[in-house]
């Protein structure tokens, strides 16, 4: 039997109807049916402090980063906060670094009020660079996500089709020939226990 590639997808919305959440589901359906298995983590159901370096190991950060280790590619999902990613995906990935994201497919998915969410893409893809993630060029947007999805069900196809995508990229590429340490990485020693 060939291995199917795991994916964890990260959500860093907190709110109870999240679309962050609807759109991540969507991807992991894309990942499941190009033959992948998928987990969601939705952050609200981990215990995790601001981070402190000097304890790694509180609440459930032992378990997340285990979770992350293990997968074979991870999506990361955020709504868009003052043209940036949310502070609990933020404490997520401060908690992780090498071991979860080193040589690791990651797709980028961000949800916005507004019209314009990729700045919060460019900042995660910056992040995860610094940690020598491969991030995929296809990333997925959810604009004015209020008329976006409905009741927990797009209302747009095409926005719809294009998270779905997201999904099945992250399998596609989940088995990619790493790239050579970035300068990022080399200069990245807070990620380094």
Partial sequence: ????????????????????????????????????????????????????????????????????????????????????????????????????????????LAVSGGRFPVTAMDHLRSVCRALDAWVLPYQAAVPRSHGAVRNGTFTDEELEDRVVTLGRQVVRYSKIEPCPASFESEENVGAVE
Avoid at 2 to 27: F, K, M, W, Y
Avoid at 71 to 79: E, F, K, N, Q, Y
């Fill in 1 to 108: 039997m060939v291995n199917q590639p795991h994916v964890v997808a990260i959500c860093g919305s907190l709110r109870d109807e999240s679309v962050t959440c609807v759109a991540l589901q969507r991807a992991l359906t894309g990942a499941e049916r190009a033959g992948g298995t998928g987990e969601l983590l939705d952050l609200r159901e981990f215990d995790l402090p601001l981070f402190d370096a000097d304890d790694r190991a509180v609440g459930d950060a032992p378990e997340l980063k285990r979770r992350v280790r293990e997968a074979d590619t991870v999506i990361l999902g955020t709504p868009v906060y003052h043209g940036s990613y949310s502070s609990p995906l933020k404490t997520a990935l401060d908690y992780c670094g090498f071991d979860e994201f080193e040589q690791k497919t990651v797709g980028l």
